[in-house]
C-alpha cells in the first residue's frame, strides 16, 4: 500500500512538472529550434574536410602525363661530322622529329618550413571564430524569449485581476439594481455601472488577444505548442555575481587567436619548401641523346633527386601584412573594451532600474489598499441608500488603475532582472 502511494505522488509530481514551463526551459527550446542551430555541424563538417586536405599535403603528389609532339628542328651531327662518322660504319640520324612520351612523377614533401602546421592552426581557429560567432547570434534569443514570457505572464495577471474587479462590479449592480426597484435609484444610474462593466470587459478582452498574441510567437519561437502548460514565475533574485560573462568576449578572443594564427601562417609562407622527387618515363627520345641519334627506339628512364624551392616574393608582402594583423588585434582590443563599457553602463541603468521598480513596489500594497477602503466606503453608502454612481465609479477606476499599476511593476522587477542576467550573461 505505502509503495502504491509513493508511486501515485510520484506519478502526480512527474504529471505537475510536465504542466509547466520555467523561462530557462524556453530559452533551451529556442536555441534548440532555431535552424541556425545546425550551423554548428556545418562548421564542424567544412573544418574537417580542410584538415584532411592539409593532412594530404603530406602523402606522395603522384602525377601521370602522356604526350606526343612534333618538332620543326632537332639536334644533329654536321653533314662533315655524319661523313666522318659514316667511314667508321656509324650512321647518325639525329633525333626524329616525331617525339612521344609516357611519364610518372613523384613527388613527397620533407619540410615545408611549417606551412600545412599553420594552416591547420588557422582552421581550427577559423572553427572557433565561426562557433563564437554563432553562440552570440543564439545567445540574443534570449531576450526575445524574455519580452514573450513575461508578456504571457503580465497578462495572465492583468486578466485575473480583471475577472476580480467584474465580479466586483457585477456584485454591486445587484445591490444597484435592487435600490432602482425600490425608487432609491435611477435607471441612468444602472446605465452608467452597466457601461463600466462592458468597458472593462472590452479591456478584458484585449488583454485575452495580447495573451494569444504573445503565446502563439512564444510556440514559434520555442517550436512547441504549450496549450494549458503554465508558465511559472521565476523567482525575483538578483544575479550574486556581476562578472560579465557574454558570448561577444569570446568572440572578440577567438578573433584575436585567429589573427594569431594568420601571423603564423604568414611567417611560415617566407621559408623554403624541401620534398624528394622522381620521374619515370617510357617513350622517344631518352636521357641518352647519343644513343637516341643512333636509333629511334622508344626505351625506359628514371631520374630521382632533392629539390628546395624558396618563393622570394613572399618576401615583399609580408612586413605590411604582419602590420595589418597588428593593426587587426588592436582593434580587436578596443572592440572588447568598447564592448565591456557599454555592458557596464546597460548593467548599471538595469541595476538601478531595479532598485526603482522595488521602491515603487514597497508604496504599491500601500496605494491599493487605500484605494479599496476609498472604494469599499462608497460601496457602503450604496448599501445605505447613498446613490453616487459616478464617484462610486471613480473611487472603482482608482483602484483597478492603482492595482494595474502593481501587476505592472511586479512584472517590469521580473523582466528587467531577467534583462539584468541576460546583459551579464549570469
Not at 462590479?169 to 457601461?195: C, F, I, P, W, Y
Amino acid at each position: 500500500m505505502k509503495r502504491i502511494i509513493l508511486l501515485t505522488l510520484g506519478a502526480l509530481m512527474l504529471l505537475s512538472a510536465n504542466a509547466q514551463l520555467t523561462i530557462e526551459r524556453c530559452q533551451e527550446l529556442a536555441r534548440e529550434n532555431f535552424p541556425l542551430i545546425r550551423q554548428y555541424g556545418l562548421i564542424e563538417q567544412s573544418s574537417k574536410y580542410t584538415i584532411d586536405n592539409l593532412k594530404h599535403s603530406w602523402l606522395p603528389q603522384v602525377n601521370l602525363s602522356a604526350q606526343a609532339t612534333y618538332q620543326s628542328e632537332t639536334p644533329s651531327f654536321p653533314d662533315q661530322m655524319k661523313a666522318m662518322l659514316a667511314t667508321s660504319g656509324l650512321e647518325m640520324k639525329g633525333l626524329s622529329k616525331d617525339q612521344y612520351r609516357v611519364q610518372l612523377d613523384v613527388n613527397q614533401k620533407i619540410y615545408d618550413g611549417g606551412k600545412a602546421s599553420s594552416e591547420r592552426a588557422l582552421t581550427e581557429a577559423q572553427d572557433l571564430e565561426q562557433k563564437a560567432q554563432t553562440d552570440v547570434d543564439l545567445y540574443n534569443l534570449n531576450k526575445r524569449v524574455n519580452d514573450l514570457f513575461f508578456g504571457v505572464l503580465l497578462m495572465d495577471d492583468r486578466i485575473k485581476q480583471t475577472d476580480m474587479t467584474l465580479e466586483m462590479l457585477n456584485g454591486n449592480l445587484d445591490k444597484l439594481q435592487s435600490h432602482v426597484r425600490n425608487g432609491v435609484a435611477t435607471s441612468a444610474d444602472e446605465s452608467m455601472l452597466r457601461a463600466e462593466i462592458l468597458t472593462v470587459e472590452q479591456s478584458k478582452t484585449t488583454m485575452e488577444w495580447n495573451r494569444q498574441a504573445y503565446k502563439h510567437m512564444l510556440e514559434i519561437l520555442i517550436g512547441k505548442q504549450i496549450g494549458d502548460q503554465q508558465l511559472v514565475r521565476p523567482e525575483a533574485a538578483e544575479p550574486i555575481s556581476t562578472t560579465i560573462n557574454r558570448p561577444e568576449l569570446r568572440l572578440i578572443d577567438a578573433k584575436i587567436e585567429t589573427i594569431n594564427a594568420r601571423e603564423k601562417a604568414i611567417n611560415a609562407s617566407v621559408l623554403p619548401v624541401i620534398s624528394a622527387f622522381g620521374q619515370a618515363f617510357y617513350g622517344y627520345p631518352g636521357y641518352n641523346t647519343f644513343e637516341n641519334m643512333l636509333n629511334h627506339k622508344w626505351s625506359l628512364n628514371a631520374m630521382v633527386g632533392v629539390r628546395a624551392t624558396w618563393s622570394l616574393s613572399s618576401l615583399y608582402d609580408r612586413k605590411n601584412n604582419l602590420s595589418r594583423l597588428k593593426t587587426a588585434r588592436q582593434q580587436a582590443e578596443l572592440q572588447r573594451d568598447v564592448f565591456l563599457l557599454n555592458t557596464q553602463l546597460e548593467a548599471s541603468h538595469e541595476n538601478d532600474e531595479i532598485s526603482r521598480l522595488r521602491e515603487l513596489i514597497a508604496s504599491d500594497a500601500t496605494i491599493v489598499n487605500l484605494r479599496r477602503d476609498v472604494r469599499l466606503a462608497e460601496e457602503s453608502k450604496l448599501r445605505n441608500g447613498v446613490i453616487d454612481i459616478h464617484r462610486l465609479v471613480e473611487r472603482i477606476t482608482d483602484e483597478i488603475t492603482a492595482t494595474q499599476s502593481q501587476i505592472i511593476h511586479n512584472i517590469e522587477l521580473l523582466k528587467t532582472i531577467y534583462d539584468l542576467k541576460n546583459t551579464i550573461n549570469q
